[in-house]
């Protein structure tokens, strides 16, 4: 079991930039993969970003450009930073660690017009 803790949502205007964390503990598997969710409402929670063990990348396409993934592999942690953000970006983001099926609690990101 791995349990997921995620910080770092919040209000901010159009234009903005936030950056959510995910902190992992319990039985972690090494070579699992970390993943950025989001879901707002009304819609189907997606993929956002994911990196793999071996730090393999991938982006949904609504926030190439404006997010990044990264990991801090000593302090089981993984981040999002979130710049140029959109109104569309408005959601609950969860921290997910893909082979484990593991997710985080979720953190509210708003992004105001």
């Known amino acids: 079991q791995v349990q997921l803790v995620e910080s770092g949502g919040g209000l901010v205007q159009a234009g903005g930039s936030l950056r959510l964390s995910c902190t992992a503990s319990?039985?972690?598997?090494?070579?699992?993969?970390w993943g950025w969710f989001r879901q707002a409402p009304g819609k189907r929670r997606q993929l956002v970003a994911l990196?793999?063990?071996?730090?393999?990348?991938d982006y949904a396409e609504s926030v190439k450009g404006r997010f990044t993934i990264s990991r801090e592999n000593a302090k089981n942690t993984v981040y999002l930073r979130m710049t140029s953000l959109k109104p569309e970006d408005t959601a609950v983001y969860y921290c997910?660690?893909?082979?484990?099926?593991?997710w985080g609690q979720g953190t509210q990101v708003t992004v105001s017009s």
């Open positions: 319990g039985t972690i598997f090494s070579g699992d993969a």
């Open positions: 997910h660690r893909l082979q484990s099926d593991s």
């Open positions: 990196i793999t063990s071996v730090g393999n990348i």
